[in-house]
């Protein structure tokens, strides 16, 4: 419950606004990673994945919906809370290499043309790292899992609406949350 319902709410309605992508923006859906119902959604998102375990069952269930064409962000995650989600990630497809992403890279240029995504943990001030996951592990290829590492970009989206964290730096977060929700939609 990090982040939520605040975070991905508003995120929804940022969507909507400058976007025309049709958004759910009077709630959330939520569910296990197992549930047929996740096959209805082209993007997924897992927050604190430092701290995730699934069933065997999940585990497939993920991977058949990442290979079916569903995309996967993982956010609010530090040091090395990242080989916790590694080793499950490696339970999913343990074909799959993380690559290092930055821009350019179409995913930070798939409706705002981002100059920078190195925009500070909201509460560490740590520099992020954003490591992806291609399809056939070709760069060519669509990104099926993007990690958010060292980052927590939702608390941006969460407390946009108070005045708690800087105004610029929310609106990076929202044009990165922008950009994968466009990208996971024509990719």
Do not use: C
């Not at 399809?135 to 099926?144: F, G, K, L, Q, Y």
């Not at 929202?174 to 950009?179: A, D, I, S």
Request: net charge negative; charged share 25%; no cysteine.
């Amino acid at each position: 419950n990090h982040d939520y319902p605040r975070g991905d709410r508003h995120l929804e309605r940022i969507v909507a606004e400058v976007t025309h992508v049709p958004t759910r923006t009077d709630g959330s859906n939520v569910f296990r990673l197992d549930d047929p119902e996740l096959f209805k959604h082209p993007i997924a998102y897992l927050s604190e994945p430092g701290f995730w375990n699934m069933s065997d069952e999940e585990a497939e269930s993920l991977r058949a919906y990442l290979l079916k064409g569903g995309f996967l962000i993982f956010d609010d995650f530090e040091g090395a809370q990242w080989n916790n989600m590694a080793a499950q990630m490696r339970r999913v497809l343990p074909e799959g290499e993380w690559v290092k992403v930055d821009v350019p890279n179409p995913l930070f240029d798939s409706f705002f043309r981002m100059e920078t995504v190195n925009f500070p943990h909201p509460m560490f001030g740590t520099t992020p790292n954003y490591q992806a996951i291609y399809e056939d592990n070709d760069p060519a290829r669509r990104v099926m899992v993007i990690a958010n590492h060292d980052n927590d970009v939702a608390e941006y989206w969460e407390w946009s609406d108070t005045g708690l964290l800087p105004i610029d730096l929310s609106n990076e977060a929202y044009k990165l949350g922008v950009n994968y929700v466009v990208y996971a939609l024509t990719h």
